[in-house]
C-alpha cells in the first residue's frame, strides 16, 4: 500500500508511473480530493480520462476499486444492497418443514447479513485489505434526480441506510471518485458535496506524450502523424468528436498491421477505430482523408 501523495508534484508522479500524464490543474484537484477526504466530481466528453484517472488511483495506492456503473432506473437497491430472497425461501421452507423455530426468530434470522447481497456503495462503506477503497461512481449522468438525492447521504456522511440493518458508516471514508460526460446536467446539491474539475482534450504535447505512455512501441514519427490527425479531427463538423482513448486504440490498431505511416487508404480501412458513427466516417471517406492528412504533415514540418 502507497501512502497519499504528500504534494502536487507527488501526485504527477503517482499518476505518471501507471502511465497517466495528467494537467497540472487535475493533479492539483486530485491532491485536494485526497488531502482533504472529499468526493472528486469529473466532467468532460467520453474518452478524456476520467474513468481511467480512478483505475490508476486505485492501483498506485495499491487500493481496491469499487465501481458503480450508473444506469438509467438505477435505485438503492442495486446500488446499496438487496436481500437474498432465494435463500430466504429456502430457510422458510426449511423451517416449516422441520417445523424448527417460532415466526419472531425465523423473521429476524432472514434480516441478517447472511442473507445480504452487498453491492457496491455499502462494499465501499466496509473495511478493506491496504485500506480506504476507491469507489467510482461512473457516469452519474444516466441516472435520474432520485438517484442523486440517494447519494447524498453517502457523499455527507459516508454511510448508507439499510432500513432492516439500521445506518452503516465507513470507518475510514473511501476515495471517492464521479465522472460525468454531461448528457445532462447534476444538480447542484450532489457538485457542492465534491471538489470539481473538467476533463478537457488535452494539446498536442500532452497528448503526445501519453501516447508514448501507452503505446512505447509505436515510432516517434507515426505518433505524432496520429496525434496530430486526432486533434485535427476534433475541429472538424463531427457528430462525436474522438478522444484521447480512440487515439490509443487507433495507434494500436495500426501497429498491429505494421503501418508505418498514415496514408489515405489506410486511414479510410481503420477510421473505426476513432468514429463511431456512420454518418462522421463517410464524412472522412475518399479525398477528405486525404486532404485532411497533406493539412496536418503541413502543420508537422516544422516541429
Given at each position: 500500500?502507497?501512502?497519499?501523495?504528500?504534494?502536487?508534484?507527488?501526485?504527477?508522479?503517482?499518476?505518471?508511473?501507471?502511465?497517466?500524464?495528467?494537467?497540472?490543474?487535475?493533479?492539483?484537484?486530485?491532491?485536494?480530493?485526497?488531502?482533504?477526504?472529499r468526493p472528486l466530481f469529473l466532467e468532460g466528453e467520453a474518452g478524456v480520462g476520467k474513468t481511467e484517472i480512478a483505475k490508476v488511483i486505485a492501483t498506485a495506492?495499491?487500493?481496491?476499486?469499487?465501481?458503480?456503473?450508473?444506469?438509467?432506473?438505477?435505485?438503492?437497491?442495486?446500488?446499496?444492497?438487496?436481500?437474498?430472497?432465494?435463500?430466504?425461501?429456502?430457510?422458510?421452507?426449511?423451517?416449516?418443514?422441520?417445523?424448527?423455530?417460532?415466526?419472531?426468530?425465523?423473521?429476524?434470522?432472514?434480516?441478517?447479513?447472511?442473507?445480504?447481497?452487498?453491492?457496491?456503495?455499502?462494499?465501499?462503506?466496509?473495511?478493506?485489505?491496504?485500506?480506504?477503497?476507491?469507489?467510482?461512481?461512473?457516469?452519474?449522468?444516466?441516472?435520474?434526480?432520485?438517484?442523486?438525492?440517494?447519494?447524498?447521504?453517502?457523499?455527507?456522511?459516508?454511510?448508507?441506510?439499510?432500513?432492516?440493518?439500521?445506518?452503516?458508516?465507513?470507518?475510514?471514508?473511501?476515495?471517492?471518485?464521479?465522472?460525468?460526460?454531461?448528457?445532462?446536467?447534476?444538480?447542484?446539491?450532489?457538485?457542492?458535496?465534491?471538489?470539481?474539475?473538467?476533463?478537457?482534450?488535452?494539446?498536442?504535447?500532452?497528448?503526445?506524450?501519453?501516447?508514448?505512455?501507452?503505446?512505447?512501441?509505436?515510432?516517434?514519427?507515426?505518433?505524432?502523424?496520429?496525434?496530430?490527425?486526432?486533434?485535427?479531427?476534433?475541429?472538424?463538423?463531427?457528430?462525436?468528436?474522438?478522444?484521447?482513448?480512440?487515439?490509443?486504440?487507433?495507434?494500436?490498431?495500426?501497429?498491429?498491421?505494421?503501418?508505418?505511416?498514415?496514408?489515405?487508404?489506410?486511414?479510410?480501412?481503420?477510421?473505426?477505430?476513432?468514429?463511431?458513427?456512420?454518418?462522421?466516417?463517410?464524412?472522412?471517406?475518399?479525398?477528405?482523408?486525404?486532404?485532411?492528412?497533406?493539412?496536418?504533415?503541413?502543420?508537422?514540418?516544422?516541429?
Amino acid at each position: 500500500m502507497t501512502g497519499i501523495p504528500k504534494d502536487i508534484d507527488a501526485v504527477e508522479t503517482l499518476l505518471s508511473g501507471q502511465g497517466y500524464v495528467a494537467s497540472r490543474a487535475l493533479a492539483t484537484v486530485v491532491f485536494l480530493a485526497l488531502k482533504l477526504g472529499r468526493p472528486l466530481f469529473l466532467e468532460g466528453e467520453a474518452g478524456v480520462g476520467k474513468t481511467e484517472i480512478a483505475k490508476v488511483i486505485a492501483t498506485a495506492l495499491g487500493r481496491r476499486l469499487i465501481r458503480l456503473q450508473c444506469h438509467e432506473g438505477l435505485d438503492a437497491a442495486s446500488a446499496v444492497a438487496d436481500w437474498n430472497f432465494a435463500a430466504q425461501m429456502i430457510a422458510i421452507r426449511t423451517a416449516e418443514a422441520t417445523g424448527a423455530g417460532d415466526r419472531d426468530a425465523l423473521r429476524s434470522e432472514l434480516f441478517t447479513e447472511d442473507y445480504l447481497i452487498e453491492r457496491p456503495l455499502l462494499a465501499a462503506m466496509r473495511p478493506q485489505p491496504g485500506g480506504a477503497p476507491v469507489l467510482l461512481i461512473d457516469e452519474i449522468d444516466r441516472t435520474d434526480e432520485p438517484f442523486e438525492a440517494f447519494l447524498l447521504e453517502a457523499l455527507s456522511d459516508f454511510q448508507v441506510t439499510i432500513p432492516e440493518l439500521g445506518t452503516i458508516r465507513a470507518p475510514e471514508p473511501p476515495i471517492v471518485i464521479l465522472t460525468s460526460n454531461r448528457t445532462r446536467e447534476v444538480h447542484d446539491a450532489l457538485k457542492r458535496r465534491c471538489l470539481y474539475h473538467w476533463v478537457d482534450y488535452p494539446d498536442f504535447d500532452r497528448e503526445l506524450l501519453i501516447l508514448q505512455a501507452r503505446v512505447p512501441e509505436a515510432e516517434a514519427s507515426l505518433s505524432r502523424e496520429v496525434v496530430a490527425f486526432v486533434q485535427r479531427l476534433r475541429r472538424e463538423d463531427l457528430f462525436k468528436r474522438p478522444g484521447v482513448a480512440e487515439a490509443i486504440d487507433w495507434a494500436k490498431c495500426l501497429l498491429a498491421l505494421d503501418v508505418i505511416t498514415l496514408s489515405p487508404d489506410v486511414i479510410s480501412d481503420t477510421l473505426g477505430a476513432i468514429l463511431k458513427y456512420q454518418d462522421d466516417i463517410q464524412k472522412l471517406q475518399g479525398s477528405e482523408a486525404g486532404r485532411i492528412l497533406d493539412d496536418v504533415r503541413r502543420e508537422l514540418v516544422p516541429a
